[in-house]
């Protein structure tokens, strides 16, 4: 075996001391904090969907439920995936914005279709890094189907990143959508930032 | 046996992950060809449906589940599946008898609820690779070994010889009522993915597949086994 140059002892060295400084994260929210996070989030989704509000309001309100409860931030910056990386932060910034506004507007839409129905947690297992608060919606006349919540506390509270419905998870599935809003644009950043907005 | 040995030459997967779809072009010609009868005819029909009180929409969707159980008992069974086959069997009895015929669904109601299985899901358990991705005319969504489970569905169906005289009369008008039920109550999720996306296609084909596999058990594709939320660079995003 080569020893080890003096560079490449240099390098690890400096990648000891950057593991030092900047420890992989723990695994620091508990179960009690992401059922807790999830609980809320629920009754607060059921009290919109019972209000009775008009489309328009429901999909403010989700808005809202959404900047509470949901990373925001890591739930653009995946949808973007590679395309973000040449992407400045005044787009960045745009972006993340922009597409908060079609997220709510998607899934409050969506959510609506639960009127009646009720999200009941079942179980909260540690998956590597994060909480999935695995949960069944109960919709009248209809099996019963399962909902799970990822949850981590990266910004410093907890807040759920991903929701998966009967596996169908929302970072692919957004990370595809935009990809190809994207390609239809021709890669045009801007472009797809001013027809997100307009969408919302 | 013959469509066994179809399912068996099934096409490998690629390497790397990749989703499966070699006849992706022919795939796309008929997505489009499923989206113009959506929109010509279930879509509408939904839309009538939707307007339905649940009094009357209700009952035809349980009708409609109920005669469809005897399939999956049988599928059940030859998955050795006890438990799923009994909970189904039990479910087609009460509701049969105590369900009107199966139009109400008192099994549901202590907790019954159906254990929903078909013959696509009886290969994946004899180990019959998954194949590659089908969009298949009018049913949808598929892969060469679910498209296989249906035909074999299709024929093996036992509901002719335990069904009652209704069930076998109307059964298939109810389960066709039930597409245009389901149509109408998920409008919003449907009318997303078919109308509001930018590639309704890769859309429908990545729900299509995310969900079977989990509904079979089967791992996600690598490239959607999940998103690492710490790798992610956040700079700009907050």
């Known amino acids: 075996m080569m020893p080890l140059t003096r ?159 009967e596996g169908v998870n929302m970072l692919v599935s957004e990370r595809q959508e935009i990809g190809a809003m994207l390609d239809q644009r021709g890669g045009d950043l801007d472009q797809l930032i001013a027809d997100l907005r307009a969408m919302g | 046996m013959l469509i066994l040995s179809a399912v068996a030459a099934c096409t490998p997967a690629p390497p790397g992950g990749g989703v499966n779809d070699p006849y992706e072009t022919t795939n796309r010609e008929v997505h489009a060809f499923n989206k113009s009868l959506d929109r010509a005819v279930l879509r509408p029909l939904g839309q009538v449906a939707a307007e339905a009180p649940r ?8 009708f409609a589940d109920n005669v469809g159980l005897p399939g999956m008992v049988l599928n059940g069974v030859l998955q050795g599946d006890v438990g799923g086959a009994g909970t189904n069997t039990m479910r087609f009895l009460l509701n049969t008898t105590i369900g009107l015929g199966g139009l109400f669904d008192p099994a549901g109601g202590i907790g019954l609820d159906e254990q929903t299985t078909d013959f696509g899901e009886t290969l994946a358990v004899w180990g019959a690779a998954e194949g590659a991705y089908l969009e298949l005319p009018v049913f949808g969504p598929s892969t060469e070994r679910d498209a296989a489970g249906r035909i074999v569905d299709l024929a093996l169906d036992p509901l002719s010889r335990v069904g009652t005289q209704p069930q076998l009369d109307y059964g298939l008008a109810a389960r066709g009522a039930a597409i245009v039920i389901d149509r109408g109550r998920f409008m919003q999720s449907m009318d997303g993915v078919l109308y509001d996306s930018a590639d309704s296609y890769l859309q429908s084909r990545s729900a299509y597949l995310q969900n079977r596999r989990f509904d079979l058990g089967e791992e996600p594709p690598a490239a959607d086994a999940g998103v690492d939320p710490f790798a992610l660079d956040l700079e700009g995003f907050e």
Request: charged fraction near 20%.
């Open chain 2, 55 to 62: 009094e009357v929409t209700g009952p035809v969707a349980n």
């Open chain 1, 7 to 165: 560079r490449q002892l240099a390098a690890f060295g400096l990648a000891a001391a950057w593991a030092a400084t900047f420890p992989l994260p723990a695994l620091a929210v508990t179960e009690a904090q992401a059922r807790q996070l999830v609980d809320r989030a629920v009754a607060d989704i059921n009290a919109i969907i019972s209000s009775g509000g008009s489309e328009d309001q429901m999909i403010r309100q989700f808005e809202g439920v959404f900047d509470d409860y949901a990373h925001s931030a890591a739930i653009a910056a995946s949808a973007l995936g590679v395309a973000g990386r040449s992407a400045s932060n005044a787009q960045r910034s745009a972006f993340a914005d922009a597409f908060g506004t079609y997220l709510a507007n998607k899934y409050g839409r969506r959510f609506r279709e639960f009127a009646g129905g009720e999200i009941k947690v079942q179980r909260t297992v540690p998956v590597n890094n994060y909480m999935e608060v695995q949960t069944v919606a109960d919709l009248p006349g209809q099996a019963p189907f399962r909902v799970d919540f990822h949850v981590y506390d990266r910004p410093g509270r907890p807040v759920f990143f991903n929701l998966i419905v």
